[in-house]
T-cell receptor, first 111, second 111 residues
Framework: SQKIEQNSEALNIQEGKTATLTCNYTNYSPAYLQWYRQDPGRGPVFLLLIRENEKEKRKERLKVTFDTTLKQSLFHITASQPADSATYLCALLGDTDKLIFGTGTRLQVFP | NAGVTQTPKFRVLKTGQSMTLLCAQDMNHEYMYWYRQDPGMGLRLIHYSVGEGTTAKGEVPDGYNVSRLKKQNFLLGLESAAPSQTSVYFC??????????FGPGTRLTVL
């Protein structure tokens, strides 16, 4: 069956370091992959979209990679700040109209 | 532009009662979605719509019904609420090939 896996354990890092979050998937051939940020009590907010023919995408301090051979995406936040603390979700769109989400990884950035 | 709005924000029901959650978007998006989010389970798709007058089942459709009579509105109905339907419900919308915009959520408790 189709599966999206994100590390369920929280990632704790020190301010200024680079945070790296992982999204692995099986039994998908996604046309694109997206990353969202969710703060407690709020809806997810879109961050980045990367298509299957793109290896890397950047936006300010954010970088996403997409390896369709490994079936993996990495999400990096450089020079992390306490304000980056949130849950980050990856989502895949395959050959249907449905965007399927992973369970998310909680990031905590300590001063 | 209000984006995606959801009504109500909070609701408490007794087992067996019915209710309708309303989602509205003012971005002229074709696709609309209803998700539920439970601790440790991530976002799970209940029903979705690819256009006015169309609906389709998602991952967890049992106990819910939906209607999309107007392009801008997507209604989620619970005919006979059960405690297992206690959750946070999110509505989302998007254009083809683009990111999803989420509403602020509805927190539903079924006693």
């Amino acid at each position: 069956s189709q599966k999206i896996e994100q590390n369920s354990e929280a990632l704790n890092i020190q301010e200024g370091k680079t945070a790296t979050l992982t999204c692995n998937y099986t039994n998908y051939s996604p046309a694109y992959l997206q990353w969202y940020r969710q703060d407690p009590g709020r809806g997810p907010v879109f961050l980045l979209l990367i298509r299957e023919n793109e290896k890397e995408k950047r936006k300010e301090r954010l970088k996403v990679t997409f390896d369709t051979t490994l079936k993996q995406s990495l999400f990096h936040i450089t020079a992390s700040q306490p304000a980056d603390s949130a849950t980050y979700l990856c989502a895949l769109l395959g050959d249907t109209d449905k965007l399927i989400f992973g369970t998310g990884t909680r990031l905590q950035v300590f001063p | 532009n209000a984006g995606v709005t959801q009504t109500p924000k909070f609701r408490v029901l007794k087992t067996g009662q019915s209710m309708t959650l309303l989602c509205a978007q003012d971005m002229n998006h074709e696709y609309m979605y209803w998700y539920r989010q439970d601790p440790g389970m991530g976002l799970r798709l209940i029903h979705y719509s690819v256009g006015e007058g169309t609906t389709a089942k998602g991952e967890v459709p049992d106990g819910y019904n939906v209607s999309r009579l107007k392009k801008q509105n997507f209604l989620l109905g619970l005919e006979s609420a059960a405690p297992s339907q206690t959750s946070v419900y999110f509505c989302a919308s998007r254009k083809t090939g683009r990111e999803q915009f989420f509403g602020p959520g509805t927190r539903l408790t079924v006693l």
